[in-house]
Nanobody, 112 residues
Framework: QVQLQESGPGLVKPSETLSLTCTVS????????YAWIRHAPGKGLECLGV???????YYSQTFESRTSISSDTSEKQVSLRLSSVTPEDTAMYYC??????WGQGTQVTVSS
């Protein structure tokens, strides 16, 4: 059974870099795509980017300039870094495997 667990700081200050980690269990990560998706209050779902089994990331054009996604198959982790955050980046952040498997999400608030 695939399980995804997001973790990271719940509070980040404006202009800082947000770093989140998704810990994967029940999957070898050798044939799956992992995405970071967020849901901000009053907005729809937004995909920040996806990383393939070869470790190559693909970024949404909206976030490309300040997003970095990486994976470590030995540690079974997928990481997200979002730089220069603003209060508009306050959202629930989800790690998603192959569209169908979602983590529980982690709330991130950007505030001074």
């Amino acid at each position: 059974q695939v399980q995804l667990q997001e973790s990271g700081p719940g509070l980040v200050k404006p202009s800082e870099t947000l770093s989140l980690t998704c810990t994967v269990s029940g999957d070898s990560m050798t044939s799956s795509y992992y995405a970071w998706i967020r849901h901000a209050p009053g907005k729809g779902l937004e995909c920040l980017g996806v990383i393939g089994p070869d470790g190559r990331p693909y970024y949404s054009q909206t976030f490309e300039s300040r997003t970095s996604i990486s994976s470590d198959t030995s540690e079974k982790q997928v990481s997200l870094r979002l730089s220069s955050v603003t209060p508009e980046d306050t959202a629930m952040y989800y790690c998603v495997k192959d569209v169908g498997h979602w983590g529980q999400g982690t709330q991130v608030t950007v505030s001074s």
